[in-house]
């Protein structure tokens, strides 16, 4: 397949990914995926587990190393090494299955700290970007809490508002609902619907389809490191073509 | 199927009553006071052969006790102080650099810092000192240790506390190394998702961690320095210059008795018994952020 210039440099596709391959030894984790997110959509994608997701969506702000192929954010080709990669991963926002705040940090330091040191933020200027980002959470009165002293669902949360602080242009969520209670999914759900409604462009990995049904522009659907199957929500999960998306969304559903 | 088991099959309730007779708490009360008994007669025993008269004159002298303040204090009890903190100092410094290697990409690294540890984690603390002290000047035409009197503990000092600190160094690149490793790997993934670079995460997201971890092995590490300093007289001592030990030891031989070794122990437990309640206490609040 060849690789059209024109398109992969059109800004106006915010994930642009081409014939990604992804070995982990001797084990293909994708086999040449094409993938796309255009600015402002909402992409879910759903898959069993080993079939690849989170690795594709690691591959996007390369914190897993993509072994062939190419990605283009914004029409910038970040395989490309010239690239400064903390720059690219400044503009990504990330939400990981286990939170991953600093533990050691309060609060309000796990939302400043890296607009202080990578984009250089004054602290009064990086103090009122992560009030307003923690209003927009709800969790304005754990400001100076430490992560432990959080619920689940106030972590992940807070991990949200921390990736929100860097004024993002995109969000990955790596199943951030995974690793919460059944009852304190709800909360993060529905900050994500209301980041999705106020146009941001996200690429969610998740096992949620109620999620991906109601909020998702598109559904992509993984297994055995290939897409299957994409679409629209209502075709893909509710009137599925391909045999395999069959069989997994009645196993899930 | 298998056929029935032509073993005998007991209840719950047989094999849960032993027909023993004793009540299970009876005999528990029977073993407990079995073993308080030993140690009572044990105690009793050796508080009624040991001749007190004999420990008083030779060890529990209160004339001899007294002549020893204030030195002990301002000399002896200072010099073990800061040539213990100079030696962690250095060896917190050097362990932190050499775990740093032993992580790196770089492989020249992890062999420096590998052949680093296994050497000095295998030599005798009193030999490092005594080669950083006798052998560097030597190898070093014109170096003098004593040049450095600037710094307090420097001097003659001054080459044992390095010694040391090399030592201890070996010991800690190890713990140190151990508690970046057991920082969880989302912690790097999450700083460097926000942009930050690898050195920076590492220096303000993982190595605060780490150090949260390793508390208590590092605790152990300034102990152990601690009575490590009574190694340094090996290098020559004058007045200003004794630590606890080389000052009881001196003392001891001048009065022909054994009193000055118990003040001096007294005092070293002044040290470091306040020194692992404090660490305690610190650790206990951490755990708030963990």
Redesign the interface.
């Given at each position: 397949m060849s690789q059209a210039p024109a398109a992969a440099a059109d800004t106006q596709i915010a994930i642009d990914v081409r014939e990604l391959h992804k070995y982990f030894g001797e084990l293909e984790v994708l086999k040449g995926i094409d993938f796309h997110v255009k600015h402002g959509e909402v992409v879910c994608v759903i898959g069993p587990s080993g079939s690849g997701k989170s690795t594709l969506l690691r591959c996007v702000?390369r914190?897993e190393e993509p072994t062939s192929g190419s990605i283009h954010i914004e029409g910038l080709d970040i395989t490309d090494p010239e690239v400064s990669l903390?720059?690219v991963?400044?503009?990504?926002?990330?939400v990981?299955q286990?939170f991953?705040?600093?533990?050691?940090l309060t609060v309000l330091r796990n939302l400043t700290?890296?607009q202080r040191?990578?984009?250089k933020r004054k602290s009064s200027v990086a103090e009122e970007t992560a009030r307003r980002n923690l209003e927009r959470v709800g969790l304005s009165d754990k400001i100076d809490a430490?992560p432990?002293?959080l619920s689940g669902g106030q972590q992940q949360r807070v991990?949200i508002a921390?990736?929100l602080s860097?004024d993002p242009d995109m969000m990955l969520f790596d199943e951030p609902t995974s690793a919460l209670d059944p009852e304190l999914v709800g909360e993060v759900l529905e900050v994500m619907r209301g980041l999705a409604d106020e146009g941001m462009t996200m690429m969610v990995v998740t096992h949620e389809m109620g999620f991906a049904n109601q909020v998702a522009d598109r559904v992509v659907f993984m297994d055995g490191g290939v897409v299957v199957e994409e679409g629209p929500p209502k075709e893909v999960l509710g009137n599925p073509r391909e045999e395999r998306t069959k069989k997994f969304l009645s196993m899930v559903l | 199927m298998s056929e029935p088991s032509t073993v005998e099959r007991r209840t719950l309730a047989e094999l849960a009553r032993p027909s023993s007779g004793l009540k299970r708490t009876t005999k528990q009360k029977l073993t407990r006071g079995s073993l308080y008994s030993v140690f009572v007669i044990v105690i009793v025993l050796a508080a009624f052969l040991a001749d007190w008269g004999a420990i008083q004159r030779s060890f529990l002298n209160p004339d001899i006790a007294r002549e020893m303040f204030p030195r002990i204090l301002t000399i002896a009890a200072r010099n073990t102080v800061i040539f213990t903190i100079t030696s962690f100092s250095l060896g917190l410094l050097l362990g932190l650099l050499l775990a740093l290697m032993k992580l790196s990409t770089i492989r020249p690294y992890r062999w420096f810092s590998n052949i680093y540890i296994e050497i000095f984690r295998g030599l005798p603390a009193l030999l490092t000192v005594l080669l950083v002290g006798f052998a560097i000047p030597i190898a070093f035409e014109g170096f003098r240790w004593r040049d450095c009197s600037v710094v307090p503990g420097c001097g003659t000092y001054g080459a044992g506390t390095v010694g040391l600190g090399l030592v201890a160094a070996a010991y800690m690149a190890e713990t140190i190394r151990a508690g970046i490793e057991a920082v969880p790997k989302g912690q790097m993934e999450a700083a460097r998702s926000l942009g930050m670079s690898r050195g920076w995460a590492l220096l303000s997201i993982i190595i605060p961690q780490a150090f949260r971890i390793i508390i208590p092995p590092l605790t152990n590490e300034l102990i152990l320095l601690i009575k490590d300093t009574s190694l340094l007289f090996v290098l020559g001592t004058s007045d200003a210059t004794k630590e606890l030990t080389k000052f009881g030891r001196d003392f001891a031989n001048l009065k022909f008795n054994g009193t000055p070794y118990i003040v001096v122990g007294l005092v070293y437990l002044m040290i470091t018994i306040p020194m692992t309640r404090v660490v305690a206490r610190l650790e206990a609040r951490n755990k708030k952020a963990r």
């Open positions: 702000n914190l903390d720059m991963r400044a503009k990504i926002g990330m990981f286990q991953n705040l600093f533990p050691h700290i890296a040191r990578v984009l430490f432990a002293q991990a921390r990736a860097m | -």
